[in-house]
T-cell receptor, first 110, second 115 residues
């Protein structure tokens, strides 16, 4: 079952913040976040494991709420380079198969 | 930095023809994946491969699809008789370990167009 992402799209001015959510109806073992720019391959951002940890990468961070079966990606003080489509990929066990959400398109304007 | 490579970058074929998409995973990786992405849609898992055999496959990966690691470096996806709905971007990914804890590194993709 694929995870559900929200919102579908968000438009930001440079420097603004945004939150992208990823929810699953199944218990999650891991959540992987990727960013994909138009016509390019998905680029790995970070992995979160069950245990409710939070991770950060530059001004992009994420949390994982195992009980709610939900992960959130936080874009802080957004930069133009943050534009792209963000996908969450969820793993329901310790093996590698990922189910991806439909993506959230982020547009950062000057 | 090592990266996953894929060839060709774009393949155009006639419906019913066989295509082989090629991938060279990162050299010390052990687990390999194929995903596809229909234009404007989400990335979909097709198959995972380890130790010369399929470890998991999705409903999409029917008898028309097969994967092979013919030598120590290449990993191929074959579609025996292509359909129009097979048109998509196909991504190969590799990982050091087949664990939810590990990053899957994606190649640049092969755009398959079936006419």
């Amino acid at each position: 079952q694929q995870p559900v992402q929200s919102p579908q799209a968000v438009i930001l001015r440079e420097g603004e913040d945004a939150v992208i959510n990823c929810s699953s109806s199944k218990a999650l073992y891991s959540v992987h976040w990727y960013r994909q720019k138009h016509g390019e391959a998905p680029v790995f951002l970070m992995i979160l494991l069950k245990g409710g940890e939070q991770k950060g990468h530059d001004k992009i961070s994420a949390s994982f709420n195992e009980k709610k079966q939900q992960s959130s990606l936080y874009l802080t003080a957004s930069q133009l380079s943050y534009s792209g489509t963000y996908f969450c990929g969820t793993g329901t066990d310790s093996w590698g198969k990922l189910q991806f959400g439909a993506g959230t398109q982020v547009v950062v304007t000057p | 930095e090592p990266e996953v490579t894929q060839t060709p970058s774009h393949q155009v074929t006639q419906m019913g023809q066989e295509v082989i998409l090629r991938c060279v995973p990162i050299s010390n990786h052990l687990y390999f994946y194929w995903y596809r992405q229909i234009l404007g849609q989400k990335v979909e898992f097709l198959v995972s491969f380890y130790n010369n055999e399929i470890s998991e496959k999705s409903e999409i990966f029917d008898d028309q699809f097969s994967v092979e690691r013919p030598d120590g470096s290449n990993f191929t996806l074959k579609i025996r008789s292509t359909k129009l709905e097979d048109s998509a971007m196909y991504f190969c990914a590799s990982s050091p370990r087949d664990r939810g804890t590990d990053t899957q590194y994606f190649g640049p993709g092969t755009r398959l167009t079936v006419l």
